[in-house]
């Protein structure tokens, strides 16, 4: 039988079903649920190319629009639910999105207080606004897959499908753009070589579809035709009871998701089901949550991945010594796939073991960064490889530890965010001149510490700087502290003066202890 190559034929061909709080929804009725949604973008004006903002917590709307859009040969812009005002305009109007998808009752947050907050042209290309509402809520979603499934099918594996929002160390987001054929190729790996499609086997998705982790668990589910159980938001205790309750045999999240977890259920095997979880390490308070975790039987190896590469990229394997199981990185899941440490000036290879710039040759490859052909380049070597921007080092041609970042991107809530990003919206305060932005570590896990230089004149309000920051911003970019200094450490140079960020990092970690 010929495998599907586009997100219809995948979700036509599927016989199981997915789970979301007690609804059961086949993955062809998803599909036919997705074919009306398409007639009814259609009939707004969604056409190949275009751009559907998907502004949806973890539910089947989700998946629905996102393979409605694949069968037009639309573009789905992930935006994550925390995201307010100031994101929101950024990216719908940098991607010049033609529709959103939104639920408005989500959490008793104000999506249309944030949308009307927006500066009406940065939504000038935003022509329809669609509601997803459940119970009592006006729907027009559900108006539109109420309508006739659309017969014709424009999906084609080459066709751009969706993109991801990442900051990394840039000013402002980049967008990260997989085709068809890059999603279903990587969710075929996914799914053979984290066991997904082996029998008896059903998955908990815990990280949001906005993000490459959730959604590349939530399609490597669907690639081995294998139940998925996912629920709106993360709550520590339903997601235990789940695993329990289901019979989980595979989930991926957080460290900090896996300790919540385990402290709900007292239990010496809390999830006996469970065949391994693989975890991405955020936290560094929690380095010793995989023996700690091993003790009770619950099995934890490392990962690896990016928006560019997107998640699961790699994994450690489960029989392997428990010091080495925990490490980020492993092998890649692609069996051409191929990683290098290279000299981050010199671009040369490095040998086994010393650390250097990863740079990846995998099929799971971007597509590139939407509407920005430079910064494409940039992340390419002359040999066509991808500079990931991290440091680590290789253990053979397809294994490999991974380090930390090269650069000052912070990971927060475990996303990347551009520091600048966050300093752009502590500069629009009248009582900052001038703002740095580094991270530092606390009991819950990285925080943003925030520098500020007063304006002239302008003693700071710290609360007022924050609060302005908390309407601007989701939150977990939020600094955990506004601290005014006189000047910012530097070094001067022959060709410019550069911030110490070192120092303030320093301080930022002095300043966060001493209020402990």
């Known amino acids: 039988m010929e495998r599907p190559d586009t997100v219809p034929a995948l979700l036509a061909a599927a016989r199981e079903s997915l789970l979301d709080r007690g609804r059961v929804l086949a993955y062809r009725a998803l599909e036919r649920e997705a074919a009306s949604l398409a007639r009814g973008l259609r009939d707004l004006g969604v056409r190949k190319r275009d751009r559907v903002a998907l502004w949806l917590p973890s539910i089947p709307a989700w998946l629905a629009t ?13 935006l994550n639910t925390r995201f307010r005002s100031a994101e929101i305009a950024d990216i719908v109007s940098r991607s010049g999105c033609r529709a959103l998808v939104y639920w408005p009752g989500f959490r008793n947050i104000d999506f249309r207080g944030i949308l009307a907050a927006c500066d009406p042209q940065a939504l000038h290309s935003l022509h329809a606004r669609i509601a997803y509402g459940e119970g009592d809520e006006p729907s027009a979603y559900h108006e539109l897959v109420a309508l006739p499934p659309l017969q014709d099918d424009a999906s084609d594996p080459e066709a751009p499908c969706v993109i991801f929002t990442t900051s990394g160390t840039t000013r402002a987001p980049k967008f990260v753009l997989h085709d068809q054929r890059t999603v279903l190729r990587h969710a075929r790996d996914v799914a053979r070589k984290f066991g997904f499609a082996e029998p008896g086997s059903r998955v908990l998705v815990t990280a949001p579809f906005c993000g490459v982790f959730g959604f590349c668990n939530a399609m490597g589910t669907i690639a081995a035709d294998k139940p998925l159980v996912m629920s709106p938001t993360f709550e520590a205790a339903e997601a235990a009871a789940i695993v329990r309750r289901h019979g989980i045999t595979h989930l991926n999240c957080t460290d900090d998701m896996l300790a919540q977890m385990l402290a709900t259920v007292p239990d010496e095997n809390p999830f006996p089901s469970v065949r391994f979880v693989g975890y991405a390490a955020f936290n560094p308070a929690l380095a010793d949550l995989p023996a700690r975790a091993g003790a009770r039987g619950v099995k934890v190896v490392g990962l690896y991945g990016s928006s560019e590469l997107q998640a699961l990229l790699a994994r450690q394997s489960e029989h392997a010594a428990p010091e080495e199981r925990g490490l980020a990185g492993g092998q890649l899941v692609a069996a051409e796939g191929e990683v290098q440490a290279r000299d981050p000036e010199t671009g040369a290879r490095l040998p086994h073991g010393t ?16 509407g920005n052909d430079a910064a494409t380049a940039a992340a390419t070597t002359a040999d066509g490889w991808f500079r990931s921007g991290d440091l680590g080092y290789t253990t053979s041609e397809r294994r490999f530890v991974y380090l930390t970042r090269l650069g000052d991107a912070l990971r927060l809530s475990g996303f990347l965010v ?38 002239a004149g302008k003693p700071i309000d710290e609360a007022a700087i924050l609060a302005h920051c908390a309407s601007r911003l989701a939150k977990y970019k939020l600094p955990v502290r506004v601290h005014a200094l006189a000047e910012f450490p530097v070094t001067p140079g022959a060709n410019a003066t550069k911030i110490q960020r070192g120092k303030l990092r320093e301080l930022a970690r002095e300043l966060a202890s001493s209020e402990r």
């Open 66 to 78: 996102f393979a409605a859009c694949a069968r037009l040969g639309a573009i789905a812009v992930s």
């Open 355 to 370: 650390p250097g710039e990863l740079v990846f040759n995998v099929p799971s490859r971007m597509v590139g960064y939407y």
């Open 418 to 455: 551009s520091p600048a990003e966050i300093e752009d919206i502590l500069l629009e305060h009248p009582q900052v001149a001038a703002a740095q932005v580094v991270g530092v570590d606390t009991p819950s896990g990285t925080r943003a510490f925030a520098f500020v230089i007063p304006a």
